[in-house]
């Protein structure tokens, strides 16, 4: 058995380290500061260059029992409601990709991960909220707010978005993109609106945009909400309130402005990402998933991109001792990630287009085959 691993965060990507990890035989902790183990409850977009990786791990079958395979990804218009293209995600997409696209519960994809995790002996423990991270020379040392300290032989960032290991290592903050998602995930039967849940469709309208797709073999619809919020332009510290919502989608078609009211508005997600980071590494510390690379959600990679670091991270690990494996998931996993952020900011900017902008991009969509893959190849290729 190999020293240990510290896993702070048990989000999707915490988990899935501790996983991979536990694979390959390192004996893995993972410290989770909630009092239980658990994802919101709303959709995740799973593409192929993570289902690919399921599927090594032997978890692909399980994951698609649990959700739904998409026949198709549509771009709407909101305003107009055509349709500008679609992507194909049959049996061309698969062969070509080597693995399905897949869109699941978030809670059933954290759950089958973490019942993953328990069958591979990883010790799970939720209430530690870890403060600080002190990294020797053969060991580390992970602080918690509760006094306890655990020695490992890496610790590993897995602490999302708002991460406090990073602090040590980038000292940046969350970068506001001035958007904000409302989700909601609710039973079909549930909702009177008519939609083909084979597809995922995104409506993308000036400053706002909205996802449809069916979740639990159809038996729920997934929504996501996003729109760009005045009150953040105007400088106000509360932005992306519900009461903002209505108004930004006021201009689009019946069909998105009736979907708006099956929206949890309770809850909000304001948008941040953070700028490609030189440093993931600091001795035995080393961030990954979310605290590493936090994205704008418009490509659906987060996820995906947390799975894909602990696959590479899983494969260095067993060829190279700790700093080192730590520098090489960084060499590896850095251009690509770093990459995936910025086309993510620039997605967002081609489908919240408006104007003269807009007409170009509907034109330029509306010509392409459904069966072009050429510009997915980059990321979802192996
Ligand atoms: C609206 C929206 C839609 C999205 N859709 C998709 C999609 O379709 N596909 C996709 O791939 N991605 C998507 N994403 C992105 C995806 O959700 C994230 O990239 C992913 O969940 C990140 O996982 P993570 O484990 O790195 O971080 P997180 O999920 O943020 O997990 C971090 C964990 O660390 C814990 N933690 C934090 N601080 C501490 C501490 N000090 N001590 C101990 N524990 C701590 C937290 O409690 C949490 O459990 C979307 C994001 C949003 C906002």
Redesign the pocket.
Known sequence: MNAGVTV?????????TAYALARGGHQVRV????TR?G?VG??????PN?TRVLAEWGLLDEVIAAGVLPKRIVLRDAVDGGELTHLDLGEDFRRRYGAPYV?VH?SDLHRILHDACQRSGVDLRTG????HVESGGSSAFTY??DGTVHESAVVLG????????RRGIVGDEPIPSGYV?Y?GAVPTADVTLDLDLDDVVAWIGPGCHLVQYGLRQREMINQ?A?FRSPAFERGAAEWGTPDELDDAFADCCDHVRTSLGSLWRDRR?P?YDRLPADRWVDGRLGL????AH??L?YL????????EDAHVLAAQASQADWPDALHATHRIRGPRTATVQRRARAWGEIWHADGIARALRNELLTGRSPCDYTHIDWFYGR
């Open positions: 702070v965060g048990g989000g999707i990507g915490g988990l899935a410290l989770e500061q909630s183990f994802e709303a959709g995740l977009q799973l593409a993570a869109v978030r530690c909220r870890v403060g918690c707010a897995l602490d999302g978005l708002n991460s406090t290991l998602a989700r996501v996003v997600w948008m990954l998933g979310d605290a936090p994205m959600q659906a990679q987060g996820a995906c991109q947390a799975i």
